[in-house]
């Protein structure tokens, strides 16, 4: 009897603390079936990340999804870095400018624009949704600037919402509007491609270097070879480009991917302290 008793604490102690399971099949609720995704809360995978792209044209030389494959690959690897978090489908179509007269990307073809109460409606389903089965932790990050406020706004509508819920004895959640993702893009990264000498008209704001980089980095299958890519900044300008993609490589981008991951990861880690 006490070499039975022996070998079944042996086998607990191996199989780890009560509760403990081994990751889900993947990181995206895409690839997931409905029971997978079932047990994957059961075991402690309590955060969703709602990924928000766009779909708009960024100059001759970059595919029209550039956001939405960005932002599901960058918020993978941020759900596996976390341990806990799932990533959910990505929002592709997105506020970008007015239809008539077409202003922005809308005047290039391919552009996808939403108003913006369409929009924010489909990010607060969204979450409400994960919130009903079961997530505690709502995370909403964007690739796209044009948008942060709003994704900004409708965290701070949700966490109105739940905690009246939360009073009423509905299960506690809070939505977390994380505006490093976006933000690191545009300070850590391109002080990062300053101090390798590229001058800032360079690395542009949209389709430039830095943009062109970091797709390089992320999907180098989204990016047109070098004969596509603008001569100069005055025929990118016409091209739907701001700045100049020469000169970037997905060397330079990987440096956009590790500060836009790790700055993300623990900003997601604080706010969900303070939560708890």
């Known amino acids: 009897m006490r070499v039975f008793w022996f070998a079944l604490s042996l086998c607990l102690a191996l199989a780890g603390p009560a509760g403990s399971a081994t990751p889900p099949p993947s990181r995206f609720l895409d690839d997931l079936t409905w029971t997978e995704l079932r047990d994957a809360l059961a075991a402690g995978q309590r955060t969703v990340i709602i990924p928000v792209g766009g779909t708009e044209q960024s100059g001759p030389h970059l595919a029209l999804g550039k956001h939405n494959v960005r932002v599901r690959v960058l918020a993978g690897r941020i759900a596996e870095a976390l341990g806990n978090a799932l990533v959910a489908p990505v929002v592709a179509y997105v506020p970008e400018g007015?239809?008539?007269?077409?202003?922005?990307?809308?005047?290039?073809?391919?552009?996808?624009?939403?108003?913006?109460?369409?929009?924010?409606?489909?990010?607060e389903g969204a979450a409400r949704s994960f919130r009903q089965h079961g997530f505690t932790d709502v995370v909403l990050i964007g690739d796209h600037g044009g948008y942060q406020a709003l994704l900004r706004e409708s965290a701070g509508k949700l966490n109105r919402d739940w905690s009246v819920g939360a009073r009423a004895g509905a299960p506690a959640a809070q939505?977390?509007?994380?505006?490093?993702?976006?933000?690191?893009?545009?300070?850590?990264?391109?002080?990062?491609?300053?101090?390798?000498?590229?001058?800032?008209?360079?690395?542009?704001?949209?389709?430039?270097?830095a943009d062109t980089a970091l797709m390089l980095a992320v999907d180098p299958a989204l990016v047109r070879a070098t004969e596509h890519w603008p001569r100069n900044a005055a025929e990118g300008a016409t091209l739907g480009v701001e700045g100049d993609p020469r000169g970037a490589t997905a060397a330079l981008g990987q440096r956009g991917v590790d500060a836009i991951v790790a700055g993300s990861v623990a900003a997601i880690r604080r706010a969900v302290a303070a939560r708890r």
């Open 175 to 209: 939505a977390h509007f994380i505006g490093a993702y976006y933000q690191l893009a545009q300070t850590a990264y391109v002080q990062a491609l300053q101090a390798q000498g590229f001058a800032t008209a360079q690395i542009g704001t949209h389709a430039g270097l």
């Open 98 to 123: 007015a239809l008539q007269p077409p202003t922005g990307h809308m005047r290039f073809a391919g552009t996808v624009s939403v108003p913006d109460a369409a929009f924010q409606a489909v990010v």
